[in-house]
Every structure is written in structure tokens, then in C-alpha cells.
């Protein structure tokens, strides 16, 4: 047998061995409500193609490939585990079993892991919490696509309505347009899953999860408890209102709070997720996720405030295109935003840097910024410059980032990356907060420059998901628990 014959048998084994984890993995989400994880990527509804990639990615950050061989003993251990809600990560109990020294097999070191998810300790399951969307531009149907991804246990959030402006009297036309947008993106592909249309009710059908479409132009005019929805969240990604008294024209009857995905204004919280969300008082009506930009550089600039400390930095972003831009030359508000967007970098302003103030109230540093749109429709990376307040070196800082992205809890946030050839179309659908380009990360004395790319679309969605998921209740603890 030559080589090549050697590592297609070995590619086969794998194969055979991702096909068999398929059931396993979708079996404990449906019965148990357990996300089972590999070093933060869910392995939920994912092909066998994606798992033995996701085994492979790796080596990217951890410094080596994962076998499925290694990790399919842990998954097995976890069936006979009378296991909670949970989110449980097989990469990092295949990482760190070889490390224990105690002699325990790997059913005994599953079961001591992820002890608080077992017993009388572990999370009860939840009834399922209504969500409303209000708008459904790019963030509104990305964000009902995680919604109807994450329904398959439905014991988490279940998107009931989406509520957009009147059809103009053409209502069944408008409702088969807005589910062929949701079917099919440009960018980010089809729809995994099917959609139907039921024009007489005015209901979308995705995934067998009954979605509303209610038509208004007022918040203050729609009774969301004649469709059965009751104590929602309600997800506002229009912008129209930013402010408490705007935003509160939401909570109407069947409403409970309101989340904005756009930087909130006056006493509005601006909350990044795995930053400060947990600062949310439990009677907070009405919150707001922040921008895209913010939550890309908050994680990693806490993380490097955390050990090296910050004195002062700035913020670059290089920015996608978005809708708020003009097509060609045209009127605009904004002076420089009415230029061509496809056809010109555009030089304007990001709010991200004075947002920080909120999101991480502890910084002292000063953090200022700008920005340039640029002709590519997703995707945007920020250049993180900042002054430390002790020398270090770049070894140190990547080190440090890599750890942080495996194992604090800002790994679901914060990736990294050492491909030398990486480009924007590369972290299309990244579900992470932002990723560490550790190739172009310059450090020298006490100052360190971070590249980090963000998908601010879907990166943003996942981000603006995690905010709702764990006011509502349903965010479920993740084991083994992160390092603080």
C-alpha cells in the first residue's frame, strides 16, 4: 500500500467516524437541550465535511490537529450522563484530558467536567420564549436564521412575528419577496432548511417554526397578544429609535423588553456580549446591543487591558459598504455617505470608540477612532493601536490571544488565525465577535498593533442572539467551565 492509498483509508476512517457522531449530536440537542461544541464552534446541524473541518481549524489556534478519533470517546461518555440545558465542548475535554494525571478513564473525566450540568445542580429546561422582529433588513433576517437554527430543541427562543411596514395593498406579493430574501442571500448563501408561504394567514414557515409577518407603521399600533405572543422580546433593527422614550414605544401588550441592534443613546445600556452583559439589571426593559464595530474591538481590548493594561488607543476601521450608502452618486445627509459606495473608499465617522466608555466603564484609557467604507459588502477589519502600560513582546501578546480565544470567557467572542494568505471573503459567516490576525500583529516596547476581522453582518447577528438568548433565560452554561 503506497502513502497516498495510507492517508485516503485514514480519511475514510475519519469519515465514517464524523457520519456516526451526526446522531449523537443531534440527539442530545433535541431530548436534552445540550449544544455539543468544538473549541466554541457549535457541531449542531453541521455536515460531516464541517466536522472533520472544524477538527481540523484546530491547529490554527491550539497549535495542532484534533482527531475525531480523539474526541468521539467524549462524546460517546456524554450519552450516559443524565445531562441538563447545556452548551459542552469536546475539544477542550479532549484537550485537557491527557494533561490530568490522576488516572481517571474517560467516562470518569466527562463526568467530573461537566458535574454541574448533571444532578440536582444542573439547569431545569425552559419553556420556550417568544421573539418578535421589528424590521428585517440584513441584521433582521440573519438574526431570524440563528433564531429558527437554534429552535430545534424548542426549549429556547422561538421567533413568532416579524413586524415590517404596510405592503401597500400588495401584501401577498410583499410576503413571498420578504421569504425569498430570507431563502437566499448574496453573501451569506441559502437558507439551510425549507420555507413556505402561507399568504392567507400571512405567516412564513421555515423549518416548520410559524412566523407572523404583521404589517405597521407604528409600533403603538400593533397588539401582539391577538397573535398569541406573550412576555417577548422584541428585537428592533430598524434604528428609527435609539433612545429610552423611543424604544419604549415598543412595549406593548405581549412585549416584555426591547433589544436594539444599533448603539443605544442617553441611559440606554450598550452591552457586548461575554463583556458586560451580566451587569444587565433582571428589570431592564429596554437595552441595546451596541454597534458591530464595538463589539469587535471591546473583547480583544479587554483582553489586552486585562493583562498588559492600556494607556491610550486608536481605532481604524476599514468598513463594508452598507445600505445606508448610495449606489451612485446621490443625496445624502451625510456629506461624503452619498458617493458611490461600490465605486469609492469613503471617509466617515464610528461612534465605537466612544461606546467603549460604556461597555467597559473600568477603562481608563482614552480610545479614539475613524473610519473608511470600502467597496466590498461584507467583512471589515479594525486596526487596534495601542499603548500599553508595560513593555512586552509580540510572542507574548499572540500567546496571550490565543489562550484567551480557547479558553476564557471570551472565546466565543474573540478567534484567532495564523494563516499567512487570510483575506476578508475568508471570515464571511464567522460567528465570532472579531479574530486575531496573528500574522499581521505588530508589538514593539510598549506599543501593540491588533488586526482584527469581523464579519459585521453575521458576526454582529451571533453576537446581538446571545445578548437575547441570555435575558431571556436560555443562555445555558458551558463545559468545562472557562478559565476567568
Sequence with gaps: MTLNDDSFTNWKNREEIAESMIPIIGKLHR???????????????????????AHRFARQIAGAELSVTETMPFLQALTTLDLGPSQID???????????????????????????????????????????LYGFG???????????EKAGSGNGLRLRAIVVRGGGGRA???????????????????????????????????????????????????????????????????????????????LRPGIAKVVLTAPGKGDVPNIVHGVNHETLKPDETVLSCASCTTNAIVPPLKAMDDEFGVVRGHVETVHSFTNDQNLLDN???????GRSAPLNMVITETGAASAVAKALPGLQAKIT?????????DVSIAILNLQLARETTREEVLDHLREVSLTSPLKRQIDFITAPDAVSSDFIGSRHASIVDAGATKVEGDNAILYLWYDNEFGYSCQVVRVVQYVSG???????????
Design 90 to 132: 469536546i475539544g477542550m475535554l479532549a484537550a485537557t484530558y491527557p494533561a490530568d494525571d490522576r488516572g481517571l478513564s474517560v467516562e470518569e473525566f466527562t463526568a467530573e467536567a461537566v458535574a454541574g450540568a448533571t444532578g440536582a445542580d444542573r439547569t431545569e429546561r425552559r419553556a420556550p420564549r417568544d421573539v418578535v
Design 31 to 53: 431530548e436534552r437541550d445540550v449544544t455539543v461544541l468544538l473549541h466554541s464552534r457549535s457541531l449542531v446541524n453541521t455536515s460531516v465535511i464541517s466536522i472533520l473541518k
Design 172 to 250: 401577498d406579493e410583499d410576503l413571498v419577496k420578504r421569504a425569498s430574501l430570507l431563502r437566499r442571500d448574496s453573501i451569506h448563501g441559502q437558507f439551510q432548511g425549507t420555507i413556505t408561504v402561507d399568504e392567507a394567514t400571512s405567516t412564513i414557515v421555515a423549518n416548520g417554526n410559524e412566523i407572523k409577518v404583521i404589517y405597521s407603521d407604528d409600533p403603538m399600533s400593533v397588539d401582539y397578544t391577538a397573535y398569541g405572543i406573550s412576555d417577548a422580546i422584541l428585537i428592533d433593527n430598524t434604528g428609527k429609535w435609539r433612545d429610552r422614550e423611543g424604544l419604549s414605544r415598543h
Design 369 to 377: 477612532g475613524s473610519s473608511i467604507r470600502v467597496p466590498v459588502p
Design 331 to 337: 443625496y445624502h445627509k451625510a456629506d461624503r455617505r
Design 138 to 148: 440584513r441584521i433582521g433576517r440573519l438574526v431570524a436564521r440563528l433564531l429558527i
Design 474 to 484: 436560555v443562555e445555558y452554561p458551558t463545559y468545562p467551565a472557562p478559565v476567568a
